[in-house]
C-alpha cells in the first residue's frame, strides 16, 4: 500500500542489542514523539574485569526526553528490563508498559537502586493496544522462556511497524497458551511497514524444539539419582520451574531455592499464581539438612558460571546451605550465553572433582531455547510480509545472517536492512534508508558499586592496564620545600610475570629512569604534562620497551 509524503519521517533507532546478546533498546521517533521499546542490561564475562553491569548510553534520550511519550517492554528478562532504574536516574519515563509479572520485576528492580518512587507502570496484557502520541501499541501474546511476552504491532503515521520481541512458535509450550499466530496472520492485511525481528538462534537451522519435550530427560536425571539434585537454570524460566516442580513432586521430593534472584522471581510467580499449588512444595534452604539426600531437589541460579553466584559458590564448595559429593547431580538447564564458556566451564570442573554427575546441554537433553529458529524467523515474515526487514537481538553474523534468510525468503518486498547501535533507519513516505550523515551517541557505560561510566574512563583505562601489565609503584619523597627529593625515589612492581632477576633489574632501571625524569622536569614543561604525569610517562617508555605493553603506573609524590 502506498504511502503519502508526510512532513515528519519514521526513524528507528537501536541504542543497543545490536551486534550484541543483551543490552535491547530501541527507539522509534517520528515528528514529536518519542516510544522507546525495551531497556536491558548486559551481563559482564571475565573479561569485563570485574564490572557488575554494563548499561546503555542514554545520551540521545536525554537530550530529547519532551518527546518521550512511554516505554513499552516485550518480556521481563533483564537484558529487557535491567537498565530502567538507570534510564530514570538520568530522565523521568512518563509511563511504563508492561505485563503484570514483568511490572512487579521492574518496580522490584528499582526499589533496590532507590528509583521506587520514580517509576509509574501500567499493567497490560494480550491483545491490549495504548496510544502513545502518535504511536498505538498493540500487545500480541508470543511464547518464550520467560512468562507474558510480548511482540508489539506498532502503528505509526506511515504504517504498521511489528517488533517480535524474543519468540518462537512453541505449539506445546509447558504452561500457557501457544503463539498467536492468528494475530500475525491478520496484520498482513495492514500491508505492514517494517518487520524488527529476533536473530539469537538465525545460524540454527529448522525449528525450535518444544519446552515439553525435554521434560522425559529432566524427570529421568531426577528420579535416577541416588542424591540430591540441583538445577542450574535462568531465574526467569518460570515456565522451567514449573516443569522442574511438577517433576520434583512425581518424585517425591522437596524443592529448595538457591540465589536471590531464583527466590525473587519464584516468589512473585507465586504471588500472581502462575505456579498453582507449587508454594507447600518449597522448603527453606536453611532447613535443607535435615531432609534425606534422595528428597532433595535444588533451583540455583549460576547457571553462566558468574563469579558470587549460588551454583559457582557450591562448586567451590563455599555454599553456606548445601555441600555437593559423590552421588549427587547437578544439571545446567540453559544454553551457554556467548562470553561465557570459559567461566561455566570453570564451574562444571570444580564440580567434577567434587565427584558429582554433571549434566548439560552438550550431553543431554535438559535445555531448549525460548528463540526462533530460521524455519520459525521465515514463518513469521511469511504471515507480515512487510516492506522492509531490520534484524535485531544478535551478535553481528547473526544478524548478517538472518538478513539473508529473510531476503532469500521472497517474503521482504523491499529490502533488509542490517543496522549498528547509532545508526538512524529512517522512512519519509516514499523509501528508507540509513542515514550516512547521523549517528546517535549509543554505545555502553559500566556499572559498579553504584558508580556509572563510560568505557573510555580512566578508572577503566586503568583497570586494563594493571590487568594486562601488572602496576609500577613511584613514590617520591620530597624534602620540605616540595622541590627536591628528600631520598631516593621508591619503586615497587606488582603482577610482573617473569623471573626474579629479571624483574631486579627491571626495577632498578624503572627506579633510575624515575629519578632522572623528577630531576629533568621543569616548571615549562607544565603546560604539557606535571610533575608526576612527566616521571610516569618515563616509567611507562622504559616497561614498553622492554616487554611492549604498558602498565598502569602510579606516581606519588609525598612531602
Known amino acids: ?228 539434585v540441583v538445577i542450574a537454570l535462568f531465574a526467569s524460566n518460570i515456565h522451567r520451574v514449573h516443569q522442574l516442580m511438577d517433576i520434583a513432586q512425581r518424585c517425591g521430593r522437596s524443592v529448595f531455592l538457591s540465589g536471590r534472584s531464583m527466590e525473587r522471581y519464584v516468589n512473585i510467580a507465586l504471588e500472581q499464581n502462575h505456579l498453582p499449588q507449587m508454594g507447600e512444595l518449597i522448603q527453606p534452604l536453611e532447613e535443607i539438612e535435615k531432609f534425606p539426600r534422595k528428597k532433595i531437589l535444588v533451583l540455583s541460579t549460576g547457571s553462566q558460571g558468574e563469579a558470587r553466584s549460588s551454583l559457582f559458590r557450591l562448586a567451590k564448595n563455599e555454599n553456606r546451605w548445601i555441600k555437593v559429593g559423590p552421588g549427587d547431580s547437578v544439571v545446567l538447564s540453559s544454553r551457554n550465553i556467548p562470553g561465557n564458556e570459559r567461566a561455566i566451564g570453570l564451574v562444571i570442573n570444580q564440580l567434577c572433582k567434587l565427584g558429582v554427575d554433571v549434566h548439560y546441554e552438550d550431553m543431554k537433553s535438559v535445555h531448549v531455547s525460548g528463540h526462533a529458529y530460521q524455519e520459525e524467523q521465515v514463518e513469521l515474515l511469511k504471515y507480515l510480509r512487510p516492506q522492509y526487514f531490520i534484524p535485531i537481538h544478535g551478535e553481528y553474523r547473526q544478524m548478517s545472517l538472518h538478513s539473508k534468510t529473510a531476503t532469500n525468503s521472497g517474503y521482504v518486498s523491499k529490502q533488509s536492512f542490517v543496522m549498528e547501535n547509532g545508526q538512524v533507519w529512517e522512512f519519509d513516505g516514499d523509501s528508507a534508508r540509513v542515514l550516512d550523515t547521523e549517528i546517535v551517541p549509543s554505545g555502553r557505560k559500566w556499572f559498579f558499586q553504584d558508580n556509572t561510566g563510560l568505557f573510555d574512563d580512566a578508572p577503566v583505562r586503568d583497570r586494563r592496564a594493571a590487568a594486562k601489565a601488572g602496576v609500577v609503584s613511584v613514590i617520591c619523597l620530597l624534602a620540605r620545600n616540595g622541590k627536591e627529593l628528600a631520598k631516593d625515589v621508591e619503586v615497587q612492581v606488582i603482577g610482573f610475570l617473569g623471573k626474579k632477576e629479571k624483574l631486579e633489574t627491571l626495577r632498578l632501571e624503572l627506579l633510575r629512569q624515575a629519578q632522572k625524569a623528577f630531576e629533568e622536569w621543569s616548571p615549562q614543561n607544565e603546560r604539557e604534562l606535571t610533575h608526576e604525569q612527566f616521571v610516569g610517562a618515563s616509567v611507562r617508555r622504559v616497561f614498553k620497551k622492554a616487554f611492549g605493553t604498558k602498565p598502569l603506573v602510579v606516581v606519588q609524590f609525598i612531602k
Open 1 to 228: 500500500m502506498p504511502h503519502s509524503k508526510i512532513d515528519n519521517p519514521l526513524r528507528v533507532i537501536p541504542l543497543g542489542g545490536l551486534g550484541e546478546i543483551g543490552l535491547n533498546i530501541m527507539v522509534l521517533e517520528c515528528g514529536d514523539d518519542i516510544l522507546i521499546i525495551d531497556c536491558g542490561v548486559l551481563f559482564p564475562d571475565l573479561t569485563w574485569l570485574g564490572l557488575d553491569l554494563v548499561i546503555p548510553n542514554f545520551e540521545y534520550l536525554v537530550k530529547n526526553k519532551k518527546k518521550i511519550k512511554g516505554l513499552v517492554i516485550t518480556h521481563g528478562h533483564e537484558d529487557h528490563i535491567g537498565a530502567i532504574a538507570f534510564l530514570l536516574k538520568e530522565i523521568k519515563i512518563p509511563i511504563v508498559y508492561a505485563s503484570n509479572f514483568a511490572c512487579r520485576l521492574i518496580e522490584e528492580k528499582c526499589k533496590e537502586h532507590g528509583m521506587g518512587d520514580q517509576l509509574l507502570t501500567f499493567i497490560v496484557k494480550a491483545g491490549d493496544v495504548h496510544q502513545l502520541g502518535c504511536f498505538s501499541v498493540e500487545f500480541i501474546h508470543v511464547t518464550h522462556s520467560t512468562l507474558e511476552s510480548f511482540a508489539l504491532a506498532i502503528q505509526t503515521p506511515h504504517g504498521m511497524v511489528v517488533h517480535s520481541g524474543d519468540f518462537k512458535f512453541d505449539e506445546t509450550p509447558y504452561s500457557g497458551p501457544p503463539t498467536n499466530k492468528k494475530r500475525f496472520k491478520e496484520l498482513r492485511d495492514t500491508q505492514p511497514l517494517l518487520v524488527l525481528s529476533d536473530s539469537t538462534n538465525s545460524e540454527r537451522c529448522g525449528h525450535s524444539k518444544s519446552e515439553k519435550s525435554i521434560t522425559g530427560e529432566l524427570e529421568k536425571l531426577v528420579k535416577g539419582s541416588p542424591g540430591a
